[in-house]
């Protein structure tokens, strides 16, 4: 199984980016998949995941802000982030659950105006 984030960049305060984490296997039989972010010097913290039932947790930090979602077809899990803040700068990496944790090489955002 093999994760690829795409859509990290540099952005500005308040402003929107999107990111996407394509799973070469199917995501119908895992039972979870999601984001975590690591900023500079922090450890590793959940930001979002969504169960194979579809039940959705999300960090308190971001509750409002983030939105996270997925395509089964496609394989794919989205998460929206709107109103960006500085604190949110991080390396995000998705990670799937398949009884086994596998992880992308993550995708950088930083936010900075």
């Known amino acids: 199984v093999q994760l690829v984030e795409s859509g990290g960049g540099l952005v500005q305060p308040r402003c929107s980016l999107i990111l996407s984490c394509a799973v070469t296997g199917s995501i119908l039989s895992l039972n979870a998949i999601g984001w975590y972010r690591q900023a500079s010097g922090k450890q590793r913290q959940l930001v979002a995941s969504?169960?194979?039932?579809?039940?959705?947790n999300a960090a308190d930090s971001v509750n409002g802000r983030f939105t996270i979602s997925r395509d089964n077809p496609k394989n794919t899990v989205y998460l929206q982030m709107n109103s960006l803040k500085p604190e949110d700068t991080a390396i995000y990496y998705c990670?799937?659950?398949?009884?086994?944790?596998?992880w992308g090489k993550g995708t950088a955002v930083t936010v900075s105006s």
């Open positions: 990670y799937a659950d398949y009884g086994i944790h596998y």
């Open positions: 969504i169960t194979r039932g579809g039940n959705i």
